[in-house]
């Protein structure tokens, strides 16, 4: 780790004590305006929220992969609108220049990124290209030593307020699939860009998500991601190997909550005379969900300890995405069930972490998409599987 224990631990207080104090406070608030409060915006920057994973000399804190999910743990007890405010730009929408940025793109934007005076978006998915990120439609024409960008975005996180775009689109239309995707960086304000409005969600109110729309888009060569054309795809699966480890930290942290407030309804609401807590039946639904978070928790800072570690983890990412995301919404239908009629009224928490947390399971990969990478990798790996299998059946 970069940081000491007694200094990640001091982090991880400071965290916890912001999310239950200021920002749980505000959840009704949020869910119902659609709209994080800029006064804690501006308490996020000066917690230094929106640099956590970028490198020091660009003015983030550098927090290794695996204090990056210990963090992520913490700040997702809060709604995830929350973290979503500033996530992009301590993952996903910093990433890509993180590791492929020349030196110039990374002076210029990974210190406005860290202190959070500019939100980065990730700016990838097309309606015919979900799942399937390499069936592209917008295009990048070269027109000198400029190119030209036409195409539509949509789901794009934070899309409606960013004020740079990493947008990924064919420069080179004769090569098929992932070849010929480039990355630019646009900044907002540049002619042929604009959003559309926020969309209506089903949750995760005031984590604003929406289209991004480019009309002749003219942008100099120096706009893409590390300088050399036809080098996106690899870039953002670069990007979205780190964000499924941090999406499935992420994961924990909202079924962390819920355990605890299936626990305290079960010892404060009465049936037949007792405490539910008294029933076998709840006590299953408790013991199931307080079991599977730990499990998640430990197969992510494995993963997490592994990538920093330099290994290979591609199909262990994919594998902490599935499982945690499907973990979390399993202890989310258990709190409201837990919750009763309650829990599927307005304004409760078991019924807000529900709809909010059913995100998890459709981005950064859905859980099919996830369970057919890990396949492809196993059947891959099928010539070595022994191998595989004696080096995990030992301590390490």
Do not use: W
Not at 234 to 247: G, W
Not at 268 to 292: D, M
Not at 321 to 339: I, N, P, T, W, Y
């Amino acid at each position: 780790m970069s940081l000491t224990p007694a200094t990640l631990n001091d982090l991880l207080d400071t965290l916890y004590r912001f999310i239950s104090e200021e920002c749980i406070p505000l959840e009704d608030q949020v869910d119902r305006h659609d709209e994080i409060p800029e006064p804690i915006v501006d308490r996020m920057r000066e917690l230094g929220l929106f640099g956590h994973s970028i490198p020091t000399e660009f003015g983030g804190a550098g927090l290794t992969t695996e204090e990056l999910a210990r963090v992520n743990m913490v700040v997702s007890q809060a709604a995830p609108a929350f973290r979503a405010r500033f996530g992009g730009n301590t993952g996903i929408a910093s990433e890509s220049l993180v590791v492929d940025g020349t030196q110039e793109q990374k002076s210029r934007y990974l210190p406005r990124l860290a202190d959070g005076s500019m939100t980065g978006c990730f700016a990838l998915t097309e309606p015919h290209a979900g799942s399937d990120a390499t069936a592209l439609s917008a295009t990048a024409r070269a027109d000198g030593d400029h190119y030209v960008l036409n195409g539509v975005k949509c789901f794009i996180t934070n899309a409606p307020l960013a004020k740079l775009f990493t947008v990924f689109a064919r420069t080179d239309p004769a090569a098929p699939g992932a070849r010929g995707i480039s990355a630019f960086l646009i900044e907002r304000g540049t002619p042929g860009l604009r959003t559309g409005p926020a969309y209506r969600k089903m949750g995760q109110h005031g984590s604003p998500v929406g289209e991004v729309f480019l009309e002749d888009c003219r942008v100099p060569a120096s706009a893409i991601v590390g300088g050399v054309p036809g080098q996106g795809f690899r870039t953002a699966m670069k990007a979205l190997n780190k964000q499924r480890i941090n999406l499935a930290g992420l994961c924990i942290g909202p079924a962390i909550r819920l355990v605890d407030e299936m626990i305290r309804r079960a010892r404060t609401r009465e049936q037949f005379g007792q405490p539910i807590a008294n029933f076998q039946l709840v006590q299953q639904l408790i013991a199931e969900s307080s079991t599977a978070v730990q499990a998640a928790r430990a197969l992510v800072l494995q993963t997490a300890r592994k990538r920093d570690q330099g290994e290979d983890v591609t199909m262990d990412a994919s594998m902490c995405k599935l499982f945690a995301s499907e973990m979390c919404g399993r202890v989310a239908d258990h709190a409201v069930q837990v919750f009763g009629g309650g829990g599927y009224i307005a304004d409760n928490v078991a019924e807000r972490m529900y709809r909010d947390v059913r995100l998890f399971r459709l981005y950064e990969g859905t859980s099919q998409i996830h369970q057919l990478n890990i396949a492809r990798l196993m059947m891959a790996r099928e010539a070595d599987h022994a191998e595989f299998n004696r080096q995990h059946l030992h301590a390490s």
